[in-house]
């Protein structure tokens, strides 16, 4: 077949999945196996080897991330039942005071909470954040709502155990250590000077509070029944990773006396210190194989220590152990299936995502684009990374999913890393960086967001539409400075 019409064909594949997501309502799942299926058959695979190769591809993908990611969610889970965050902010807000809180919230969310489902972070983190925004003065919810955005989602997509970031990493088949190593130079910067900018741009006028915040009682209150009723309202239909309805539902169920058993099992959880130790450990043995094996330390001993499988196992371990000795073993075990239900989805997601790599692949369309990205066919370093920014930018804004957009941008770029003059993790940081490219009206969390926060559509355009587009320019600008020194 001729390389005209592999392209041709793997366009339409692209095209078929963004339309079934965004106009058919379509899962995405069912939406990136309709396409990866399509692009195979059409492409001259033939039935049999396009399944098989699907299936190849999603095992591969699975043996690279699987663990990790799951291990991850329910670490994640486990740190939100002890009430972790509350902790921190509560600390943050008693050293550092009103004003140095946003910059100091961002950095913690990005790089510390990455392995919290992303909604569950917005439903615990919002609530915080409007508490603390009186104290910053006129803009003080505007100020929080853009801290919010920079550090939850910012860490999603480039700090380990961010699922975003797994997945990337997964995909692209660079070591998790040197992904944690490298996307914490990117993501907490990112995220601190996002919050600055933004806090320039509100002290010139950006925020009209009579227009962009949302004056209702219930707001202000946080009560569960009026988020989830306008939750069910006004969000889309679309269910993904970072925006799923019923985990966030689930999030915020609870009588009055469930919340009251809640705190006092709360009441009863470990200091800070310990609570974040189990997070801390794995972030630090994942980082000390990395370095490990840059020195070329190869003892079998620091192999095992520092392999992201067994550290972030141990995390989980540690979690599990907290969570059983001080709360109750019904909070332990809800928390146990909550991680369990969000795991599924993403792991299936994440899989198709090699499923698809893996068919263009077979395709033969890793050589045409091989070719066009490679140093021989003079195609600069920056414009390489500027444009793997760009197709995983354009996947987001049509798509509405940050994951999807990053998985299916990494799964189109996979196969032609061989070709391709630029070290592979300052791809996956730029696919990281497009995917992050202006959160708008077709993702659930924008609605989410806009409930739990109490902000007005054009308030929620401001502090998450515009907030993400500037962490995504931040962070690219970031990325190209440091495959100067890469």
């Given at each position: 077949m001729s390389d005209t019409l592999i392209v041709l064909h793997t366009a339409i594949a692209i095209l078929v999945i963004v339309l079934l997501i965004v106009v058919a309502k379509v899962d995405p799942v069912i939406s990136l196996v309709i396409g990866t299926l399509y692009l195979g058959v059409a492409a001259g695979l033939g039935f049999g080897n396009t399944i098989e190769t699907l299936v190849q591809g999603f095992a591969d993908i699975m043996g690279e991330v699987g663990l990790l990611i799951g291990f991850g969610v329910l670490m994640g889970t486990l740190l939100t039942a002890m009430g972790a965050l509350q902790k921190l902010v509560e600390l943050l807000l008693r050293i550092l005071g009103p004003r140095r809180l946003p910059y100091a919230f961002s950095a913690a969310l990005s790089t510390i909470f990455p392995s919290i489902y992303v909604d569950v972070q917005l439903v615990l983190a919002s609530p915080l954040a409007r508490s603390a925004a009186p104290r910053?003065?006129?803009?003080?919810?505007?100020?929080?709502?853009?801290?919010?955005?920079?550090?939850?989602?910012?860490?999603?997509?480039?700090?380990?155990?961010g699922l975003a970031t797994v997945a990337i990493a997964g995909l692209l088949d660079v070591p998790l250590g040197t992904m944690l190593i490298y996307g914490t130079l990117i993501g907490p910067p990112t995220a601190v000077l996002t919050t600055f900018i933004y806090g320039r741009l509100l002290k010139y006028g950006l925020w009209n509070n009579a227009k962009d915040e949302a004056h209702f009682e219930d707001m202000v209150l946080g009560s569960p029944d009026a988020i989830a009723e306008e939750v069910r309202e006004e969000g889309p239909a679309i269910t993904t990773p970072e925006g799923d309805p019923s985990v966030a539902e689930d999030a915020r169920k609870g009588t009055p006396a469930d919340e009251a058993e809640r705190q006092t099992a709360h009441h009863h959880t470990p200091p800070l210190y310990v609570s974040l130790s189990p997070i801390v450990v794995a972030l630090l043995l994942i980082a000390f194989g990395a370095v490990a094996e840059a020195f070329g330390l190869e003892a079998p001993v620091i192999k095992f220590l520092g392999d992201p499988v067994f550290a972030l196992f141990l995390g989980l371990l540690g979690a599990y152990l907290l969570a059983w000795r001080t709360l109750t073993n019904e909070h332990v075990e809800e928390a146990m299936h909550k991680g369990f239900n969000a795991t599924g989805q993403i792991l299936l997601i994440t899989g198709i995502g090699g499923s698809l790599g893996a068919v263009i692949g077979e395709t033969g369309l890793d050589k045409i684009l091989g070719g066009f990205f490679s140093a021989e066919a003079g195609v600069p370093e920056m414009i390489t990374i500027l444009l793997a920014w760009v197709i995983a930018a354009i996947l987001h804004l049509a798509i509405g999913s940050i994951s999807v957009a990053a998985i299916t941008a990494a799964g189109i770029l996979a196969p032609i890393l061989g070709s391709i003059d630029v070290p592979t993790v300052v791809l996956g940081l730029a696919i990281g960086s497009g995917a992050l490219f202006a959160l708008q009206v077709n993702s659930n969390f924008f609605w989410m967001f806009e409930t739990l926060v109490g902000l007005t559509t054009q308030g929620t355009f401001k502090a998450l539409t515009l907030?993400?587009?500037?962490?995504?320019?931040?962070?690219?600008?970031?990325?190209?400075?440091?495959?100067l020194v890469v």
């Open positions: 910053l003065g006129r803009n003080g919810i505007a100020m929080m709502s853009g801290t919010l955005t920079a550090g939850i989602l910012v860490g999603y997509v480039f700090v380990v155990p907030v993400t587009s500037m962490a995504s320019v931040v962070s690219l600008l970031l990325i190209l400075a440091l495959s």
